[in-house]
């Protein structure tokens, strides 16, 4: 792979990923959010495409690059070039070149909710929150002036983001200040209940992920700097997004804290 098309893939992992980070909006910029990320579920994972390049020649290459990729089933397509996004397999070899977990080692986190107890859980809905997936009681909190979780949280974006890529998470804020929520799909509990009832589930290895997520090693500096970039940008576009279908909007239902909830 040439180091145009490994900064490919970075790049719209890194897109793809800093879309569906857990990020607290309000008003437009909120349901511009909830339709983009229904509309990459729909569309089978396209985004709008970001050229990498930043002069003419640059940016050719980088359209080749992309649809070098394409010719090899790792990227889709579409609009005319207007829209692009890794398949399934070029989500997970993004994923090993940015040495980040692939769909395949996060399915654990999937078993983990799937496990959690009903005292730790905000109904409706089943969810779990962040502080619950890295070990703590539901709405940890740390002293005044201090991030609300400890750097041992860190990990859990970085092992949840390929499931909520793949759809088989979603989060959801509430009204706890800073604390987010996450809960299977309907996709991801059909899974969860598979891989149950095959013997197949780890929940166990979830803690492990989180702590190995914390010391994300760069395999392909080409790829990881794309995608540092391109999440980024993603994440500041969020913040001033404009809903593409204005009429239509999205209401979240209030939860219930769950019995070992703290403050």
Known sequence: MTTNEQTTMGHLLGAADGLHEPSTLTGAAWQADWQNRDDFKTSGGLIPWFNPGEAGATRKAFVRARDTLAGLGLVSVADG???AGL???????????????TLADALCGLD????APDAVRWNPGGYVSEATLAGLSPTHRQGLGKPRLPDSAEGVYEAVLPLLVAGL???????????YLYGATAE???LAERRRAMGAARAADWPRLVARCRKIKTRCPAASNAYVDAWQGALDRRQTAEPPRPNVHQHLDPVDAPEAATA
């Open 81 to 83: 070039g207007k829209r």
């Open 87 to 101: 398949t399934a397999a070029g989500l997970d070899e993004a994923r090993r070149l940015c040495g980040l977990p």
């Open 112 to 115: 983990f909710m799937a496990d």
């Open 169 to 179: 998470v979603e989060w959801r804020t509430c009204h706890y200040s800073g604390v």
């Open 188 to 190: 991801g509990q059909e």
